[in-house]
Structure formats: C-alpha cells, structure tokens
C-alpha cells in the first residue's frame, strides 16, 4: 500500500560518481536518514506545453533567447530511510520516493510505501 504526496520537502545531498545522492531530508519537522537507494529514474515531462514550444506550434513570434527547450524533467530516487531513534518505536524504515524537478530546482516527497 502506498500514500500520495506533493509535499515540498529539504534534502541533503552527499556527491557519488554517479552525481549527487540524497542523503537525509526534512519532511513535516521529521529528519530522515537516508539507508539506501533503491532506485533512480528519470522522468521527461510536457515539455511541448512550454512557451517556446507552444509558439513554434501557433507560429507565433518568440524571442531567440526563450528558445532554449525546458523538458520539465523530473529526477526521482525511491530510497529506504528512517528517522533515527524515532524509527525504534515505530514499524522500522519506510520506503519513500523523492523528486527533484530541474526547471524549478525543487524538492518534493510524491510517494510513502507501506
């Protein structure tokens, strides 16, 4: 069973070889330490509805400088973490996903696995 979210959340992040990797993040004044990435994915999104896209569809002018094509890609990790000694007296690690949207360089929680 999973819950849905949207909510914004901070993350920190440790610098791998293969780029930077949340490490712990601050959901609803809970810190949560990240135990393991279980996956990444990376996700394309409407891009074509973006301004630049839109006028070259309509034929409407745009400036040279708003043609630069924002993808709207969203990068998302499904990690294991828990939050410390808080994590004892509950079920254990819980299993969340996190996305990073680049066009607006946020961080939100979308996903709890039960």
């Given amino acids: ?15 791998e070889a293969s780029g930077p990797v949340p ?15 279980l996956a990444r994915w990376t996700e394309s999104g409407s891009w ?10 309509t034929g409407d002018e745009v400036a040279t400088t708003t043609l630069a094509v924002d993808d709207r890609a969203t990068q998302w990790w ?20 996190l996305c990073f949207t680049e066009s607006t360089a946020q961080w939100s929680l979308k996903r709890v696995m039960d």
């Avoid at 999973?2 to 901070?10: A, G, K, L, Q, Y």
């Avoid at 490490?23 to 990435?37: A, H, P, S």
């Fill in 1 to 15: 069973m999973s819950r849905r979210f949207t909510d914004p959340v901070e993350v920190h992040t440790r610098v």
């Fill in 23 to 37: 490490d712990q993040f601050l959901w609803r004044g809970r810190l949560y330490v990240v135990r393991e990435v």
């Fill in 78 to 97: 499904r990690i294991e973490a828990d939050s410390g000694r808080l994590a004892a007296m509950s079920a254990g690690p819980g299993v969340y996903d």
């Fill in 48 to 57: 074509w509805r973006g301004t630049s896209m839109s006028a070259v569809v």
